[in-house]
């Protein structure tokens, strides 16, 4: 599934990211960090469009996003990025693991994972949704800001997604909630505030959301259509 | 009883070969160990090594060369995993697109559906697009670290074909299989169940040979738990392999088929149509989309004839392709370790037999379609049969 970049969303998340700044590549990356080629290998695209911004904010100038994965080898190759980030919910994380496979190809990228001494960091990865592929040879220290930047985006992409669930979830029981007051006003002659407040009463009495006893009026109404 | 070790994270990827981890939590096998287990469907083999290695699943269904090459360290991080239970042996299938299946049906100087044939055959296909100067043929499998790569390969180096020079291997994430053949971005793969089914019923493919008929007794799918993990909770482990030995025996009963099918075909199981699922575990599969069946009773072993007792011989096999393939080096401590990722003794602790050899299987536990018999003792002289790759040492 393709969707289009959502600007607002994008817009809504760069809010986010900057309210929580703790791990928002505060320090300052020296100069001869900010040549490094990344590659974002994302399917959704708003986080890649997160992440790219947040990759140039930090002042790095060659970042390139990669969101359709056939030919990801190929596209790789032909781009010979020096760090690679893919999201964990990517089948395609073990089309990268043929990378380090062929040894005819000049650089040759290597898991982050390969370093079993930040095991932190590793968690803090897995944990958020990201992973890292560096290019041997290169100084893991040079990598660990985009890495932190990495997760927080991610981090911060997920509190996003999930204030949005909510709010889908509340309309959601906002809609069954209506639908039920609407039956029992009918059935029972009642106001709308009467209609609400049994609900109400009756979700206390069982000890179930009203939403779960709306869902329960308006399926015994169908049943007894 | 530690309460907290009796409640574990499994990681699967959506294949038929994970029936018995499914149906061990799903028809309470687990629960009645006192086990609390909840199922983590993945996407790709690397998240599952990876969620099994920082300690984020405490066991996986697992391809056995992964378990093995994070045990040796091979390719990624070095994290001992053990197999104490084999979830499947055999499975996979190698499936062509149909303008291949027609040139080597074409090039055939005997019944295809004998490997040998049609391994011949494909050498004559590559050696006539080569001398057009066509691009070479291209075959899907599903990780370098794969006994779907594995099988390929053993496959078509027994015709000839060099692997690595005569056509291109690409790994493929198995959902992404059927398009891609379709697309003709690859002209055949190599897939556990069932995928190769899919490709078939779409008209877009012809299952070429099971790879029960290359290999009679090829381990596939694991239990894989770290050895630091298993040493750590050894009552846990026993409970979890007899969860497990009382699924696979229930998967493998006939009389439970339909039900093993619809509980495997949910979506948050492996989620494929329960009609699929059931010609999976019968092993009988249409082969052709002209509607041609093929049957095959050693197609997908779950518990079968022995199979779920882990057996280092067959570990050893698995090195044994590492090293043919340029994955590994050959040195006797890797021979070793490759062996002690299969635990029978584990198996037997915890099922309280000890099981002895099986009848009507094969002498050498492996069963390969060419070749000499394999001797786990002697991995050079059975490599010495065949070419191989030198280990780049970088």
């Known amino acids: 599934m393709v969707v289009a970049p959502d600007v607002e969303g994008v817009r809504r998340a760069q809010h986010l990211t900057k309210t929580h700044p703790e791990g928002d590549c505060g320090a300052i990356l020296l100069p001869m960090d900010t040549s490094l080629k990344i590659a974002i290998v994302d399917e959704s695209p708003i986080r890649a469009a997160i992440l790219e911004d947040g990759l ?170 | 009883m530690n309460s907290d070790a009796s409640r574990l994270r499994i990681g699967f990827i959506p294949l038929a070969d994970a029936a018995a981890l499914i149906i061990a939590v799903d028809k309470g096998f687990a629960a009645a160990e006192g086990l609390e287990v909840e199922l983590v469907r993945e996407v790709s083999w690397s998240n599952v090594r990876d969620k099994l290695n920082i300690g984020l699943f405490d066991a996986a269904h697992l391809l056995g060369p992964i378990a093995i090459a994070s045990s040796l360290g091979i390719g990624h991080v070095r994290v001992p995993i053990i197999a104490p239970f084999i979830l499947g042996v055999n499975g996979n299938a190698i499936t062509v697109s149909p303008p291949l299946y027609a040139a080597i049906a074409e090039s055939a100087d005997g019944d295809i559906a004998d490997p040998m044939v049609s391994a011949r055959a494909l050498a004559r296909v590559i050696a006539a697009r080569k001398a057009k100067h066509l691009e070479p043929l291209t075959f899907g499998m599903t990780f370098p670290f794969s006994t779907h790569n594995y099988h390929l390969r053993f496959w078509m180096a027994a015709g000839g074909v060099d692997p690595d020079d005569d056509v291109r291997l690409v790994v493929l994430p198995p959902p992404y299989m059927v398009e891609s053949l379709a697309n003709r971005h690859v002209d055949g793969f190599c897939v556990g169940a069932p995928w190769n089914s899919v490709a078939v019923d779409l008209g877009i493919g012809h299952i070429l040979h099971f790879v029960s008929e ?42 439970n088929r339909e039900e093993v099918a619809a509980i495997l075909s949910g979506p948050s199981r492996v989620g494929v149509a329960p009609k699929v699922m059931q010609r999976t575990l019968e092993g009988r599969l249409k082969i052709a989309p002209d509607g041609t069946m093929r049957t095959h009773d050693r197609y997908l072993l779950i518990g079968r004839a022995g199979v779920a007792r882990p ?33 029978p003794d584990l198996y037997d602790n915890a099922l309280g037999q000890t099981m002895a050899e099986t009848p009507g299987e094969p002498a050498d536990r492996i069963g390969a379609f060419a070749g000499p018999r394999f001797d786990s003792n002697d991995i050079a002289s059975h490599l010495a049969a065949w070419p191989t790759r030198p280990h780049d040492e970088k």
């Not at chain 1, 080898?73 to 380090?100: G, K, T, W």
């Not at chain 1, 650089?107 to 990201?130: L, N």
């Not at chain 2, 044994?320 to 635990?343: S, T, Y």
Request: charge should be positive.
């Open chain 1, 56 to 225: 140039r904010e930090a002042g790095f100038e060659q970042v390139v996003r990669i969101e359709e994965t056939k030919s990801l080898l190929e596209r790789i190759y032909a781009l010979d990025p020096d760090v690679i980030l893919i999201d964990l919910e990517n089948p395609s994380r073990d089309v990268l693991a043929q990378m380090f496979q062929v040894s005819r190809i000049v650089k040759r990228p290597i898991a982050m994972f390969v370093d079993q001494s930040d095991t932190a960091s590793i968690q803090a990865s897995v944990d958020a949704g990201v992973s890292a592929y560096i290019v041997d040879g290169l100084k893991k220290e040079r990598v660990k800001n985009i890495l932190d930047l990495c997760i927080s985006r991610f981090n911060a992409f997920s509190r996003l997604q999930e204030e949005l669930d909510r709010t889908k979830t509340a309309l959601e029981e906002r809609k069954v909630i209506d639908r039920a007051k609407g039956i029992l006003m009918k059935a029972r002659g009642l106001s709308e505030e009467e209609a609400y407040a049994l609900l109400r009463k009756t979700a206390m009495n069982e000890k179930k959301k009203i939403a779960e006893i709306a869902q329960s009026v308006i399926t015994a109404a169908e049943l007894l259509k």
């Open chain 2, 214 to 255: 290359i290999l009679a007794r090829a381990a596939e799918k694991v239990l894989g738990v770290r050895r630091r993990w298993a040493d750590e909770n050894p009552d846990v482990l026993a409970r979890l392999v007899r969860a497990h030995a009382r699924a696979a025996a229930f998967v493998e009963d006939g009389a």
């Open chain 2, 311 to 343: 057996d280092p011989v067959q570990a050893a096999w698995l090195y044994a392709q590492m090293v043919r393939w340029g994955q590994a080096p050959l040195a006797p401590d890797l021979v070793i370790a490759a062996k002690a990722v299969f635990r």
